[in-house]
Structure formats: structure tokens, C-alpha cells
């Protein structure tokens, strides 16, 4: 059983990384004005960020199997566009340009996979390749025009709001509620792994780091509810993300794949003398990204109204950003889906900071570079000393 420091000093990264987006949130706020954490811009800043966050999460298994992956913001601007035709020129119904889309956005990654897995192409080469093709083809489709707008009930998939079952006055009581449901759950996941590792002797850390963490975490997650309860409650977005989140951490951290994924980042040669279908796992990885890709492309264009031809540009950067800042090791096998959520908060932040104060664009790249480059440099070194 590991102490408080012993715990902190082994998850450095990923405990450093949630003080740092407690501290540059504390930073925004003050120069800011308190513009930062008021309900609206809350909201504003989950509905910026909830699609890298949901590409985030699909990256974080890709960059933990040892592969990287490119070509996500022009496969979530190719989806967008093929919504778009298909809704706007097509005149299809919205639920039918989403089950395609979600379809499409798999097949994409799937074919990326394969080639990764089964032909043995480098993952930065292939994806770079499908970069082009789906920019490309994006702009093919779309004939270098803005097509839209779309049906109000595609719109709200991004811009929507839950309803308050409860109908209170000024508190939206249904935020709350869910907001304390997904924090039990998270607790409970997090208990049951703890157990699981002890139960099979591995090390943990003390029950004092457990029960300060997971403290934060819902006292974190009770405070953003309880600010956009106080507006319009929670997006419909936001519940999108909250049960992906659910989902893969239960997948990283419960399943026998999720073990898998791991071992095969940390030594491809080991697991597969294990016995595990190493190329069928790659495979699955790509074929996962592709569909969040693709949901992502969807609601960015929900939120928009329009596709763009110019849309999705510099997102793979953004979220291969966000899951090495939140702890993923650039070489594989090390990454949790907590971090991989942090560090996409921390990019978000300093955007949505940055931009309060009137920070230039050419000055936020800058920054953000810095901040990945600073990632990356502890991660190796703490590597180097282990």
C-alpha cells in the first residue's frame, strides 16, 4: 500500500495536470473578471469542447495501443459534409443522415485499420494519407461551399437542453440529479478497479490519495452541474459525453480487452506471444476512432448549422494534444480516460481564457505547443529515471 506521496510522486502527470487545470482556471477567472466560470460561458465552453473530448477518448486508445492517428478532423468535416448532402440536397430525414454518418465514420476507420494492422503500413503514414483523402474529399462533396442549415431537431444534438423533470424555479433540479448519479458511478468504477488490483496484488495508492481524488473529482463535477443548473441546465451534448466517458472507463479499466489494449502498447511482441490478436485489436482501435469521428464532425456541425468545407482543421492537433497532456505516453501502454478528459479541459480552458482576454490565435499556438511540448518532456523524463 503506497502513501500519499509515494502515490503522488508515481502519477506525477496525471495528478499535476488536474492541479494545473485547477490553477489555470483560477488564473482565467481572475484576470477574466470572472467572466470565466459564469454559468453561460460554462456552457459555451462545454459546447466548444465536446468534440474534442469525444475524439479524445477514441485518440486515447489508439496513442495507448502504440498508433497514432491524423486524419480525425478531416474524417469529422467528411461526415459533416456527407450529414449535410444528405439532409439539405438529398432531402433525407436527420435520424437517417446520422445512423449513415456513424456508419461511414466506422467504415473510415476500419479501412485505416486494416491497412495499419493487417498490411503493416505505419499508423502516421496511413492516417496522414486518409488526411488528404477526406480534406479532399470533403471539399469535392461540399463543391467548396457552406451547406445548410439543418432540421431543429439535428440542431439540437449540440444545442439542445435536457428538460427539468422536476420544474423548480430558478435551480434546473434534473442537472443535479444527474450530475450526482455520474459521480457515484465514477466513484464506484474506481473502487471496484482499486479492489481488483489489490485482489490480485497489485500495488495501490493508500486509501488517503483514493478518497482525496475521487473528493475533487465530485466536488469538480458538482460544481460545473450545479453553475449550468443555474442557467439552462445541462446541454444534450454534455450527456453524450458524460455516458461515453462512463463507458470507456469501463472498458480502460474492467474489461479484458481494455487489459489488452495496454499490454499491447507496452510490448506488441509480449502480448501477442500471450496470445492476443494483436492486429484484430489495432483493427478495432481505428474502427472505434472512426465512429467518434465521426459523431464528433456531427455535432460540430449541429452546432454550427452548416457544413464547412473549412471544418475540422487542426483538430487532430487539438485532441492528440489533449491525451498526452492528460498523461498518455507518447511510446504507448500508459493513459487513463480521466486524463485524457483533463488535458482536453486544459486545452479548452486556455482557449476559452485566452480568448476572453483577447489573446491572438497566432499566440494561443504558440502557448498550446509550449504546454504539449512541457507534456511530453516530463513524460520522457520520468521514463528515463524509472
Not at 439540437?156 to 442537472?175: A, V
Request: charged share 10%.
Amino acid at each position: 500500500m503506497k502513501t500519499i506521496l509515494d502515490g503522488l510522486r508515481q502519477n506525477m502527470r496525471r495528478y499535476g495536470m488536474l492541479i494545473a487545470l485547477i490553477a489555470i482556471m483560477i488564473f482565467f477567472q481572475i484576470v477574466t473578471d470572472g467572466t470565466l466560470m459564469r454559468p453561460v460561458n460554462i456552457t459555451n465552453l462545454v459546447l466548444q469542447n465536446s468534440y474534442i473530448i469525444i475524439m479524445a477518448l477514441g485518440m486515447l486508445l489508439v496513442i495507448v495501443a502504440g498508433q497514432i492517428d491524423l486524419s480525425v478532423g478531416s474524417v469529422a468535416a467528411f461526415i459533416g459534409a456527407l450529414a449535410a448532402v444528405m439532409m439539405v440536397n438529398l432531402d433525407l430525414h436527420w435520424t437517417l443522415a446520422l445512423l449513415g454518418g456513424l456508419a461511414a465514420g466506422a467504415l473510415i476507420g476500419a479501412a485505416q485499420g486494416y491497412f495499419v494492422a493487417y498490411q503493416g503500413i505505419p499508423s502516421f503514414i496511413a492516417t496522414l494519407a486518409g488526411m488528404l483523402i477526406f480534406r479532399g474529399l470533403t471539399l469535392v462533396m461540399l463543391q467548396g461551399q457552406s451547406v445548410g442549415p439543418f432540421p431543429p431537431a439535428f440542431q439540437k444534438l449540440s444545442s439542445g437542453f435536457i428538460p427539468d423533470i422536476f420544474g423548480y424555479e430558478g435551480l434546473h433540479l434534473t442537472t443535479i440529479v444527474l450530475g450526482a448519479i455520474f459521480s457515484v458511478l465514477l466513484v464506484y468504477m474506481d473502487l471496484r478497479s482499486r479492489r481488483n488490483r489489490i485482489k490480485y496484488g497489485f500495488d495501490v495508492s493508500s486509501i488517503q490519495l483514493f478518497i482525496i481524488k475521487n473528493l475533487a473529482v465530485v466536488a469538480a463535477i458538482m460544481y460545473i452541474c450545479f453553475l449550468m443548473a443555474s442557467y439552462k441546465g445541462l446541454p444534450n451534448v454534455l450527456i453524450i459525453v458524460f455516458l461515453l466517458i462512463l463507458v470507456y472507463t469501463f472498458v480502460t479499466t474492467q474489461t479484458v480487452v481494455g487489459r489488452r489494449i495496454y499490454a499491447l502498447g507496452g510490448n506488441a511482441k509480449a502480448a501477442k506471444l500471450s496470445g492476443v490478436n494483436t492486429e484484430r485489436l489495432t483493427f478495432y482501435t481505428f474502427a472505434n476512432l472512426g465512429l467518434l469521428a465521426a459523431l464528433a464532425g456531427l455535432i460540430f456541425a449541429a452546432r454550427l448549422n452548416v457544413a464547412s468545407p473549412k471544418a475540422g482543421t487542426g483538430f487532430e492537433l487539438d485532441v492528440i494534444a489533449a491525451v498526452f497532456i492528460g498523461g498518455a505516453s507518447a511510446t504507448g501502454g500508459v493513459g487513463t480516460v480521466l486524463g485524457a478528459v483533463i488535458g482536453a479541459l486544459v486545452m479548452g480552458v486556455m482557449n476559452n481564457g485566452m480568448s476572453i482576454v483577447g489573446v491572438g490565435i497566432d499566440w494561443q499556438q504558440a502557448i498550446k505547443g509550449f504546454v504539449l511540448l512541457l507534456a511530453v518532456f516530463f513524460d520522457v523524463r520520468n521514463r528515463n529515471k524509472a
